[in-house]
Every structure is written in structure tokens, then in C-alpha cells.
């Protein structure tokens, strides 16, 4: 996105470099990659930033208003309402794709949002390899807040274990090795020295969870959550030994709530100039005649599944539960990075971190995602180059 920089990086990008730091990535921590990752960061000048940090701000002033939770309560399926739910999210992600104004100049709107984790311990890693093998200028960097690696991982660590030995922490998933994700699960035990866990190795014992070490059980008193609950719906065959419904003595981090609180749901809850207009579907009074500007996306899905992109309205008359469906604008994304076989559409996600006990969420780090092909992520992508994922440099 600065063109001095943008050029010097392609000029110097070199195919044999590129292969050996994924070679790097892939054995670093004793698990390949296996989703792609992108030849080149994404470098995002002052203006960009600003414009994202204040979308940010924006944001939150919703999120984080009085009365959130009471606005939100629909959005939890009743299969999968739980106890115990804390005060607030321990993760925050807004993601923004990369347009263009009326004055050509560059410019995020929002795409979705969550109160799940993503990739915290891979992002820092990957921030760290792309300016160890890569070209990237020192006033650059992928983290926020004044914070530096180190004072990263110590907020990272304080945000999963708060005061919790990380022996009675476990990073619990459904069938963790084959998440497109593992590897950030291998550098999460890597980094905190917790176990990675299936939802099906839980034990429960009356109000209490253990799992197996070796042939001891050991008590679990945080959960580091990455399972998406909707999953099991895709895996019905899976059998797990635990009651998710009962009053566990757990903390979770975070709770499965937020998943749903925090997402395609709350998208009609916010305005702005880095906002685009969207409603439920439940709430629309008559179809607009200019369907083609418009996405219908299910509120309780991921990854782009269950998205219809080319919508005509037959599809809108045919949905029979319309209060479970947005109707958003389409965001017209920007060849916003020049590479040496053309331009590239991209996505910036910018994470919080908020542990116990803090005042607020902390704005940490960030994802980069990059695509060629109509829509982010990996089913749009294949056989193409300089697509994938990667994360941002901001200029400070």
C-alpha cells in the first residue's frame, strides 16, 4: 500500500527465499502449515491506520455500551446456552476489507466480527519470520498499544491463564490435529506449556473436568476454547462423555456465548462511515431493487459458508427463517496491494486481547488475509500465488 515500499519488497522478493521460510514456518514448531501462507505482509501507511483504528473505536463504543448483553440474548442458540458466562469477551476480532473512497483513497469496512479467539500465538510468530527472511522498514509493526514481543506474550498468557498453574489449562477443540488452525494450537503449548485437548478427552466427574496426562487425571480449571459448538452439528457421529448444559466448575476463555454475541448478529446493531448497511433480514420491510449490491449471509455460520453473493429475489422469498439471515451491502474490495502478478484484494483483522480483571480489551495484533479470486479465503484461491495468510505492518 506504500508504493517505495511495495516495490522494493517485489524487486527483492526472491521464489527460493519464499520456499525455504515456509519450509521454516512448516517445521519450527513440529507441525506443518496447512493453510497458505501469503509471499509478502501487507504495509499499511499512517492514513490507513488511522482510518482503521478509528473504525475500531467506533466499534467498541457499541460493543462495549451498557445493556449489550440484554440487546444480544436472542443471538444464543438454546442447545447451546451455557453457565457460568463472564462479564465480558476475552477475544475480540473486527474484520475490515480494503476499499477505496469516492476519492480513490484507501479505505476499511467492516466484514464481520467475533468474541472468539483467532491465530494470537501464530501472528506474533509469523509478524517475527516475514521481517527475519523479508524486507520490512524498521519503523513498521504488527502490534499495537506499545507492546513488543515480549510484553505480547505476557498479555497473551495473562488473557489464557489469569492465575491458573497451566497444568489445570487446556486448549480444547473437536479433533484438534485436523483444525486448518493446529498450528497456532502448537505454538499456544508451546508458548503457556498447556495441553491440547479433543472435546472427547474431557472426563467429567460431577461439577468438575479432568483430562488425562500420561495416567494421571488432571483437573481442568480454564478452558481455552476453540471449539465452534455449531461444529458438532457437522459431526454427528461424534461422541463426547461430557454435559455442556451443567453448572461445570470451569472458567472459560472464552465463554461460548460470545460466539454468538459477538458476530454477523450484531452487524445491524452498528453505523458509521466504515460500517456498511445491513439488517436483518426478519426486519426488512421491502426487497431492494438493486440486489446485485447486496451479500445474504446466515447469521450462525463461518468461513463463508451458506453465503449468497449473486442474490436474486426468489432466494430472499424462499428463506423460512428470515430472523436467522442478514441482508449487508456488498463491500467492494480494492486491488489494495500490487504484486508482481497483479493486484491483490485484501482483509485486515485486528485483535484484542482483555483479560480478568482489566478495565477494558486491549487492541493487540493483527491477521492479513489475501485473495485473488472472488471471495477471502482458501476454497477461492487455489492454484493462485501471492494470496493467503499473512498479517499487516502499520506504520508508527
Request: charged share 30%; glycine share 6%.
Amino acid at each position: 500500500m506504500i508504493q517505495s515500499i511495495r516495490e522494493r519488497f517485489n524487486k527483492e522478493f526472491d521464489q527460493k527465499k519464499y520456499e525455504d521460510f515456509v519450509k521454516y514456518l512448516d517445521t519450527k514448531f513440529g507441525k506443518e502449515v496447512i493453510f497458505r501462507v501469503a509471499e509478502t505482509p501487507i504495509f499499511v501507511d499512517k492514513a490507513l491506520k488511522s482510518k482503521l483504528l478509528s473504525a475500531c473505536d467506533t466499534i467498541m463504543n457499541v460493543l462495549l455500551q451498557p445493556g449489550f448483553k440484554e440487546k444480544t440474548e436472542n443471538a444464543i442458540p438454546a442447545k447451546w446456552r451455557m453457565k457460568n458466562e463472564k462479564g465480558h469477551p476475552h477475544f475480540l476480532c473486527l474484520d475490515f476489507g480494503i476499499c477505496r473512497d469516492e476519492e480513490g483513497n484507501l479505505t476499511p469496512k467492516l466484514i464481520e466480527l467475533q468474541g472468539f479467539a483467532s491465530l494470537y500465538a501464530w501472528e506474533d510468530v509469523l509478524g517475527n519470520a516475514y521481517k527475519n527472511w523479508f524486507y520490512c522498514p524498521e519503523n513498521f509493526s504488527h502490534l499495537f498499544s506499545g507492546l513488543d514481543s515480549k510484553t505480547y506474550l505476557d498479555l497473551f498468557r495473562k488473557t489464557i491463564l489469569a492465575d491458573c498453574d497451566p497444568k489445570n489449562v487446556v486448549l480444547m477443540d473437536l479433533k484438534p490435529e485436523e483444525q486448518k488452525t493446529s498450528i497456532d494450537f502448537y505454538i499456544t503449548r508451546a508458548q503457556l506449556g498447556i495441553e491440547i485437548v479433543c472435546l472427547s478427552d474431557l472426563i467429567q466427574k460431577g461439577k468438575k473436568l479432568y483430562y488425562k496426562l500420561k495416567d494421571e487425571e488432571v483437573e481442568i480449571k480454564r478452558i481455552y476454547n476453540r471449539l465452534i459448538f455449531d461444529d458438532l452439528e457437522s459431526n454427528p457421529d461424534f461422541k463426547y462423555n461430557i454435559n455442556l448444559q451443567d453448572d461445570l466448575d470451569v472458567e472459560w476463555v472464552t465463554h461460548p456465548h460470545w460466539f454468538y454475541r459477538i458476530s454477523k448478529y450484531t452487524m445491524p446493531l452498528l453505523k458509521g462511515e466504515y460500517i456498511p448497511e445491513t439488517n436483518y433480514l426478519s426486519d426488512l420491510k421491502t426487497i431492494p431493487d438493486d440486489l446485485e449490491n447486496y451479500v445474504l449471509k446466515p447469521l450462525f455460520s463461518f468461513s463463508g459458508m451458506g453465503v449468497i453473493i449473486d442474490i436474486a429475489k426468489e432466494d430472499i422469498e424462499g428463506i423460512k427463517d428470515p430472523e436467522n439471515w442478514i441482508l449487508q451491502r456488498k463491500v467492494q474490495y480494492t486491488d489494495a496491494v500490487q504484486s508482481p502478478e497483479g493486484g491483490v484484494k485484501c482483509e485486515i483483522r485486528m485483535m484484542y486481547l482483555w483479560p480478568d480483571g482489566d478495565d477494558k480489551p486491549t487492541l493487540a495484533t493483527n491477521l492479513g488475509r489475501m485473495s485473488r479470486g472472488k471471495m477471502i479465503g482458501v476454497r477461492y484461491n487455489k492454484n493462485l500465488n501471492w494470496v493467503g495468510g499473512n498479517i499487516a505492518f502499520f506504520e508508527e
